[in-house]
């Protein structure tokens, strides 16, 4: 009962700014543009690292069969994974900020994610999936160079 007192203060308060209505200076629209471009600066995700002081990944030169046998031999396959996908996503985002058109690739992507969280496909069919991916994107990439 001792916070009856505050919560009567605080409830007349919101009546009262209840009352008052919206104004044309509530527009928080400026707010939000501000606000996301800051993000926008501040904001950058780094490239995922298989080994500690090794390169970042470059999708387009990695050979698969040797990375199948490197990923048979992890003992932490999720951990692996994890990073592996995640080195994808940041190459689909920028395929998607030079087209938009290639948002079919990211919904596809988080379909096959889904499927591994949801326990419908092993860490090791899920690491095929991501490389018969991973060539779908290879294959838009070099489409979308030949059109330039």
């Known amino acids: 009962m001792s916070y009856l007192p505050a919560r009567s203060a605080l409830k007349a308060i919101s009546d ?4 008052l209505g919206p104004t044309t200076e509530d527009d928080l629209d400026k707010v939000r543009e501000e606000i996301t471009g800051k993000l926008d600066k501040s904001i950058k995700s780094k490239p995922y690292i298989i080994d500690e002081g090794s390169e970042p990944i470059d999708l387009s030169n990695i050979d698969f069969d040797k990375l199948k046998e490197r990923f048979a031999k992890k003992k ?3 951990v692996a994974l994890q990073k592996v996908k995640g080195t994808i996503e940041e190459r689909l985002e920028q395929m998607i900020e030079q087209n938009r058109s290639r948002i079919d690739f990211k919904e596809e992507f988080e379909e096959m994610i889904e ?3 949801n326990y419908s496909v092993t860490a090791e069919i899920q690491l095929e999936e991501l490389f018969a991916f991973v060539k779908k994107l290879d294959d838009e ?5 030949q059109i330039f």
């Not at 009262?16 to 009352?19: D, G, T, V, W």
């Not at 990439?141 to 160079?145: F, T």
């Open 16 to 19: 009262f700014i209840k009352r």
């Open 76 to 78: 932490n396959k999720r």
């Open 115 to 117: 499927r591994y969280n």
């Open 141 to 145: 990439s070099e489409r979308h160079m």
